[in-house]
């Protein structure tokens, strides 16, 4: 196959059959009690330098608890990969944890586009279609799969695609290299103990993310019996030989929302909005973060009964969430 | 004396591209003033309008009023035909099966390639960094007709993009195609606070077709940092009527996040 066009930028690739002999050799498949805190999840399946990918954003269903956590645990250069970085991209970036970022859209606020521009963070523009199928590749077991975008556009100079020669139409078609991450975070609706999860509402990439990635830590709003997923295969999202950690985290994805369990937080995303410098974002990272223990913790003294019950009474729409 | 109707840029925005929608199509649906287009559109215009967004919502009929952040939550993806994830959904894009795109532009060049990434500088040491393609590039590259919306000012209408971010029609006809992007697809019309370009068949070029009543053609491109062409026959485009105002202000966006902007008159 002929190479029409690469650029020359670093990515994380694994070969197949590497990740092939992993899954082999390191996924148990038995069904067995994964059910942690937080921290001991994070502590046990996080380390420095890893990969890390998530489902959705700040803003809806995002694994926020768990991110705190992690910059709790004050893990270092971490490569992030997600679609939707939106306050994630800058909290982790504000608290030293990510020095690459695989984008998506990058978003919110100006200090994580200031970040950017003083080198602070190291920035891969892949696109959002371009991430999910790199993802589609980890989980499909390929080196790479081809598509018909990113062609023509800067994007491609500064991501690692190539634009090879297709073998049947003889057209030039973009490649994007399959992603294999070390760790992915998913916030769902309902878990059993052993990992088998189930996300009501659509979703970015959760079943490509959870198969293609070494490590699978999920947090829960509700754990439930794992006779309720055998009642009913049709609404699994995630078996549990995907899933390494369970972690029971009500309020996991504040401020953001959980689809017709509670609603987005706005004036807390405001005060995410509104940190431009780094005086503000240390001052967010210890109020929120540092200068709790953990969770619990947080929900319990930063953001009170009295929010929640607010948040839960705002999420009047259910139809379609089961 | 000509009754004024007063507006904001953004307003103007909206309801010239909710006209533009075409009743029964697909529509793929950007973040930001597109999301709220689709709403206005579909109350008003086009109520058979297939909406998708890249998070897979398949056909949602959004709430009102329009929750700011919503993102993927139960506002935008309520009542949908289907729900899935993203790779789905740009399936449906990359197959041919969506008819119009909307997206926002940092910047805009002749050929209607859209700059979205950062301003100035360098890709590594830019002066400006902004959020980049998130799925625009997929929706410029796959969707049959795009719809660009950016507000007119005369530096976002640069020669060449600082960084070509989502496809237009690159450098000119049959670029896109030699390119290997999907055959008969590019930007069709740019819909901005002043007026409403096309794309001139032969060289691809934007050209001026319509301005807002009370304007002059020769007004709306003086401050243009490129030339567009401007078609022989400029149309009047209404300013937005009692009934999109009303609406927009008080049923889809009452808390005015997304609706305000530069205050701006025209004749009713």
């Keep these: ?322 | 004396m000509t009754r004024m109707v007063e507006f904001t840029d953004t307003e103007f925005m909206i309801a010239q591209g909710a006209r533009l929608l075409e009743d029964g199509k697909t529509f793929f649906v950007g973040w930001g003033i597109p999301q709220v287009v689709a709403i206005l559109g579909q109350k008003l215009y086009v109520p058979n309008v297939i909406q998708l967004f890249e998070f897979g919502a398949i056909g949602p009929q959004s709430v009102l009023p329009f929750v700011r952040g919503t993102m993927g939550g139960p506002q935008n993806t309520y009542r949908s035909l289907q729900w899935l994830n993203m790779n789905w959904a740009f399936a449906y894009s990359a197959a041919g099966y969506m008819d119009y795109g909307m997206l926002g532009a940092l910047q805009v060049d002749p050929y209607g390639n859209i700059n979205s990434t950062f301003l100035g500088g360098t890709y590594r040491t830019p002066k400006r960094r902004f959020a980049g393609s998130g799925g625009g590039n997929q929706v410029a590259s796959h969707c049959w007709k795009t719809i660009i919306v950016i507000r007119h000012e005369g530096r976002r209408f640069v020669p060449k993009v600082d960084f070509l971010t989502s496809p237009g029609y690159l450098t000119g006809p049959g670029a896109r195609e030699k390119a290997g992007l999907p055959a008969g697809t590019g930007p069709y019309r740019v819909v901005t606070s002043k007026g409403l370009f096309g794309f001139d068949d032969e060289t691809k070029r934007m050209t001026l077709l319509a301005v807002l009543r009370g304007l002059d053609p020769g007004e709306v491109v003086r401050d243009m940092a490129f030339r567009p062409l401007i078609s022989k026959d400029i149309e009047e485009i209404s300013p937005p009527t009692e009934e999109e105002l009303h609406l927009l202000r008080e049923e889809i966006d009452p808390s005015r996040f997304l609706i305000r902007g530069e205050r701006m008159s025209a004749p009713a």
């Design chain 1, 1 to 322: 196959m002929r190479i029409l066009k690469e650029g020359e930028i670093e990515y994380r690739f694994e070969h197949p059959d590497d990740f092939r002999r992993f899954v082999r050799d390191k996924r148990s498949r038995k069904p067995e009690p994964k059910l942690h805190p937080a921290k001991e999840a994070v502590s046990a399946f996080v380390s420095d330098g890893d990969y890390l990918v998530y489902d959705f954003s700040s803003l809806t269903r995002g694994p926020q608890s768990l991110i705190r956590e992690v910059i709790r645990q004050r893990r270092k250069d971490l490569w992030i990969g997600a679609e939707f970085t939106l306050h994630e991209s800058a909290l982790l970036t504000g608290a030293g944890c990510a020095t690459r970022i695989d984008v998506g859209f990058l978003g919110y606020g100006s200090y994580i586009g200031q970040a950017v521009c003083e080198g602070k963070v190291r920035v891969y523009d892949w696109t959002n279609g371009g991430i999910s199928l790199r993802l589609l590749a980890g989980a499909r077991g390929v080196p790479f799969l081809p598509t018909r975008d990113l062609l023509g556009s800067d994007n491609m100079a500064v991501s690692a695609a190539k634009v090879i020669e297709d073998p049947y139409t003889g057209l030039p078609l973009a490649a994007v290299p399959a992603l294999n991450p070390d760790v992915a975070f998913l916030h769902v609706h309902q878990a059993d103990i052993y990992g088998d999860a189930r996300i009501f509402g659509t979703n970015l990439f959760a079943l490509e993310a959870a198969m293609a990635s070494h490590r699978v830590i999920v947090s829960a709003e509700e754990i439930v019996e794992p006779e309720e997923f055998r009642k009913d295969p049709m609404r699994t999202t995630i078996p549990y030989f995907l899933v390494d950690a369970v972690v029971h985290a009500p309020f996991g994805a504040y401020p953001g929302a959980m689809p017709a369990r509670y609603e987005i937080d706005l004036p807390h995303i405001d005060i995410l909005n509104g940190i431009r410098n780094e005086e503000q974002m240390q001052k967010y990272l210890h109020d929120n973060i540092y200068s709790v223990a953990d969770h619990e913790e947080f929900l319990d003294r930063r953001v009170g009964a009295a929010k929640m019950k607010e948040l839960r009474g705002k999420a009047t729409i259910v139809e379609g969430y089961r």
